[in-house]
C-alpha cells in the first residue's frame, strides 16, 4: 500500500466507535506504535477514523473481533426463533448453548460442520477487501448487511446442526426415561451385586455367585428387556442384558470409563451402578474373577 489514505467508519451508536478505538490504541501499544492512526471524527462520535499508511494486521484484528461480538449473538437468536420457529425460551437458550459449544469446538463428530468455513475468515477478509480497496467512507450497517452473507449462511448452517442436536438429545432423554419407567415395574433377577468387566474387546457379567453369565444367558435376558421395553435398538452386551436382569446394584470395572455406553447405563440405573478403573479393583477381586472367566 503506498501513502497514507482514510478510511471512515460511521457506527450507529458511540459507544461502538469508542469501543473500537480503545481496542485500537491497546493493540497498537502492544505492536510499539503510534496510536494516532485511529481517532474519532470531530464532526461525529460516531464515526472511528482509520488513517492507514501500511498494512496492519492487528486493524483486521479488532474490526474481526468486534464485529462478531456484535453481531453473532443477535443472529443466532434470530436464526432460531424466525428461521427455526422455536418460541419457547428454554428451547432457545439450550439451542444457543449446543450452537456456541459446536462453534467453540467442543462437540465433535458433526460431518455437516467439519468442512465448514473459519468463521473469523469470512469476516477478516471482507474487511481486508475494504482497506485493500481504500475505501474512504463505510457504514458499520451496511457493512454487516451487505458484507456478510456467505459468515451469516454458515451461521444459519451451524444452528440447523445445533437443532439437530437437540432433537437427538431429546431423542435420547426419552428413551433413558422409558427404560428407567421400565425398570420400575421389572422384578430384580437377583438382590446381589453383580459386576460387570468392561473390557476393550469384551465385556464380561458376572452373578452374584462371581459366575460369568454365558451367551445364551445374556441372549436371554436381552430378549427378556425388548419385549418389556419395546425398543429394537437395545445394545446386546450391555445395555439390554442388564435391563433383562434389572440387578438392585451393579459394579462396572472399565478400561474406559468415559465409554459413551456406559454414561447411557449410568443414566438408566443411576445409584444402582457404580463404574470403576479397572485398575482400582483388587487384585484379590481381579484374580478371582479372571479366574471364572469361561
Known amino acids: 500500500m503506498g501513502g497514507t489514505y482514510l478510511v471512515a467508519i460511521a457506527f450507529s451508536h458511540p459507544s461502538d466507535g469508542i469501543a473500537v478505538l480503545k481496542k485500537m490504541i491497546r493493540m497498537a501499544a502492544e505492536h510499539r506504535i503510534n496510536p494516532s492512526f485511529a481517532k474519532l471524527s470531530e464532526a461525529s462520535s460516531k464515526i472511528l477514523e482509520l488513517h492507514i499508511h501500511?498494512?496492519?494486521?492487528?486493524?483486521?484484528d479488532v474490526l474481526t473481533e468486534f464485529t462478531r461480538n456484535k453481531v453473532e449473538d443477535i443472529c443466532l437468536k434470530e436464526?432460531?426463533?424466525?428461521?427455526?420457529?422455536?418460541?419457547d425460551s428454554a428451547e432457545q437458550k439450550e439451542i444457543l448453548s449446543?450452537?456456541?459449544s459446536i462453534i467453540l469446538g467442543e462437540i465433535e463428530g458433526i460431518p455437516d460442520v467439519k468442512h465448514l468455513p473459519d468463521l473469523n475468515e469470512l469476516i477478516r477478509s471482507q474487511w481486508e477487501s475494504i482497506l485493500e480497496a481504500k475505501t474512504d467512507f463505510l457504514e458499520f450497517e451496511s457493512f454487516i448487511k451487505f458484507r456478510l452473507k456467505e459468515y451469516l449462511a454458515t451461521l444459519l448452517k451451524i444452528v440447523e446442526c445445533a437443532i439437530d442436536e437437540y432433537k437427538l438429545e431429546l431423542e435420547y432423554q426419552m428413551f433413558v426415561e422409558q427404560l428407567r419407567t421400565c425398570l420400575t415395574k421389572q422384578r430384580t433377577f437377583t438382590s446381589a451385586d453383580i459386576v460387570i468387566i468392561f473390557e476393550q474387546e469384551q465385556i464380561l457379567l458376572?452373578?452374584?455367585?462371581?459366575?460369568?453369565?454365558?451367551?445364551?444367558?445374556?441372549?436371554m435376558f436381552h430378549e427378556k428387556a425388548?419385549?418389556?421395553?419395546?425398543v429394537t435398538n437395545l445394545d446386546e452386551r450391555l445395555l439390554g442384558p442388564l435391563v433383562g436382569i434389572s440387578p438392585n446394584s451393579a459394579?462396572?470395572?472399565?478400561?474406559?470409563?468415559?465409554?459413551?455406553?456406559?454414561?447411557?447405563?449410568?443414566?438408566?440405573?443411576?445409584?444402582k451402578v457404580t463404574i470403576t478403573p479397572i485398575e482400582r479393583m483388587s487384585y484379590r477381586e481381579h484374580r478371582s474373577y479372571r479366574k471364572k472367566k469361561s
Not at 501500511?54 to 483486521?60: A, S
Request: proline letters at 2%.
Open 226 to 230: 425388548l419385549r418389556l421395553t419395546n
Open 79 to 87: 436464526m432460531i426463533e424466525q428461521a427455526f420457529c422455536y418460541t
Open 251 to 271: 459394579r462396572i470395572y472399565a478400561y474406559d470409563i468415559d465409554h459413551p455406553l456406559l454414561h447411557t447405563v449410568k443414566n438408566i440405573f443411576q445409584e
Open 98 to 100: 449446543i450452537t456456541k
Open 54 to 60: 501500511q498494512r496492519k494486521t492487528f486493524i483486521l
Open 206 to 219: 458376572f452373578d452374584e455367585h462371581q459366575n460369568q453369565l454365558t451367551h445364551t444367558e445374556l441372549m
